[in-house]
């Protein structure tokens, strides 16, 4: 494969270089001069160039004949841009330049176009040829074919490499096949007897495993083994080539396969992951002495840096190979699929878990966008439809709704989904999403049980404390008629009696007004109310509502529309959220502010809100009312709306569970967010009147 430029990029000379970059990491800074040796040696195992410093292309050898596609009159001369696949951007060939251009070795995977069309990959190394001023005359390029192994990463690209996975099969193990090609290579270009890839359990350890090796055109079998005292040992505490001649006395390894006999030279350099930590060695064994050291050192660099990209590439399939599996035993627990949108194509794929779920036919699969969505309930696809928009419009971090969606048979299965865009394109637009369906079914109706059974709870306890309550009352009022039936009947006057009478019955009332407020059934007038100027109206009875150490903020602008409501519930509702959040507070000093604003509200669920009425889509206007108090956790704000639950001394408990009757009453919500320690916030959403 020649060098590669972008077409139309102008030639630079390394005496008039047009831009500035840094090598990548990990590149190297030795320039070999005595190119001759080494490209020999490797001409019969690796795809080889020599080109001048402007990038035309001075040799090539069969290899890169075989993989282009083109002959060798075709690409002598040639500046290499016919082979340009498109693939890699201005600031890839940039940097490349500059490298090669400084003297440096540069290295990396290039995709280049053979000439009937077929791309292909190649792990490539730059080597430049300096004159004796430090100059570069011409770039000798090593390469190596990765198509096959930049396939399979392919197969794991786009929405996620787990999900292509799960989606489409197990992985295909195959990293160690080409560990085993690569061994045999250095064998034959190097032309030495016996070559061994040796990984290390951890940096400490001396524990190891025998990868691959080979014994001329033998494979040596793998093994386990500790190289503790052995020369393995110290080739590794080198951490830098090691050369050791006349290994005749050496003590090799208990369970290493390989057992020279007589005198034998070793040559081994360190094998580094991307991080540069060593994770093991490449070494080679002949029964000549090592007199070529130079040329065999750059070609074992050469090799030992492929070998530590395929080792890591080995390794991290087996990480994905763990985790896919047991994703797919917890997705199989929990009753749950994935699933893969190309947003492009609108064309829907999903996992064997949703079909299964769904009963779905193989056959009919991927499926459109729009037939996925003729399988979610009608009253469902709006949300679904707005909750997609939002998320993909930037305004939602992701898809998370409840949804129905229709089984084979005709069932409703009820399910969780959630969707999120994985990649985007070269213009930052949506590309591709992914998502978990979760089935809920079960879960739906053990909450729909547990909602009964707290209905049945609170209507139990609110008849057994309006029956408490009530008899209270009854008996006092018994008590005072007799008292003045008596002080009639003795002449005396019962005016005392008949005004506690009078008490009771007013206290009758109130108790009967909130229980139908709490029903959201009690009278009101109805008028269109400036809310914000009845919250402006009622400052002086809210400041002296609370104590003195409370600070009261208003945030109440003008301008705002009205609502359709009784001003006296919402003074009410107002007034009661105020003393509730005073009573927060608790004896310390603080503040309460109040923030009034107008929204308009889609079809999204709002955050925290309570399921008092199906809010419709429209301009609603919204008050706040926050406190720097005490705050409250998940178990007590869930109960904060019950009638008769109240954590003060003196009340009854109905005063949250009235506001949430007059709001219902007045087609609104509410809704509350609070952390301990942190105070709490309360929003009343009202729609706005046209």
Known sequence: MPLP????????????????????????????????????????????????????????????????????????????RTLNSGHHSKAFFKQFWTTILDGRVWRGEIKNLAKDGRPYWVDTVIIPHLDSEGRPVRFLALRMDITARKQAESALQGSGKLLRGLLQGPLDEHGDGHLGQLVQQIGRALDMRWVVLIRFENPTSGKATLLTGRDGDRAVPTC??????????????EGAPFLAQDLSGTSFPRAFPLRPEGPVSLFSVPVRESTGQVIGLLATLDPRPLDRLEAVESAMEVFAAWAGAEMEWVRTRAFLHHSETSLAIALEELRAGLWERDLATDELRVSPGIQDLLGLNPAALPMSWEEWLDLVHPEDRTALRKGTRDHLEGRAPSVHLRLRLRHADGTWIRVSHLGKVVSWNDRG??????????????????????????????????????????????????????????????????????????????????????????????NRATEVVDLGRLVREMAGLLEVSVPKRIRLSLDIPGGLPPVLGDPTQLRQVV?????????????????????????????????????????????????????????????LRAKIFEPFFTTKQKGRGLGLASLQGIVRSHGGSLGVSSTPGSGSTFRIYLPAKA
């Open 5 to 80: 430029r972008e077409p139309g990029d102008p030639v630079t000379s390394p005496q008039e270089p047009d831009f500035l970059g840094e090598a990548p990491p990990g590149v190297g800074t030795t320039s070999y001069t005595d190119l001759e040796d080494l490209k020999r040696a490797l001409d019969q195992a690796i795809i080889l160039a020599v080109t001048d410093v402007r990038g035309r292309i001075l040799e090539v050898n069969r290899a890169f004949c075989e993989i282009s596609g083109y002959s060798e009159s075709e690409l002598l001369g040639q500046d290499h």
């Open 224 to 237: 386990s083994f500790s190289i503790d005292g052995t020369i393995f040992a110290a080739a590794r505490r």
């Open 429 to 522: 637009e949506p590309q591709g999403m992914v998502g978990l369906l979760t089935d809920i079914t079960a879960l739906w109706a053990r909450e729909e049980a547990l909602r009964e059974t707290q209905k049945l709870e609170s209507l139990g306890l609110l008849a057994g404390s309006i029956s408490h309550d009530f008899n209270n009352l009854l008996l006092a009022l018994r008590g005072h008629s007799e008292l003045a039936t008596e002080m009639v009947r003795l002449g005396q006057d019962p005016t005392e009696a008949l005004a506690k009478l009078e008490v009771i019955v007013d206290r009758s009332t109130e108790l009967v007004r909130q229980l139908l407020d709490y029903s959201g059934r009690g």
């Open 575 to 635: 007034l009661n959220l105020v003393t509730n959040a005073a009573d927060a507070i608790d004896g310390v000093s603080g503040t309460i502010s109040l923030l009034l604003y107008s929204d308009h509200l889609g079809e999204a669920p709002l955050e925290g809100a309570l399921p008092l009425a199906e809010l419709q889509p429209g301009p609603y206007l919204i008050l706040e009312v926050a406190d720097t108090g005490c705050g409250m956790d998940e178990a």
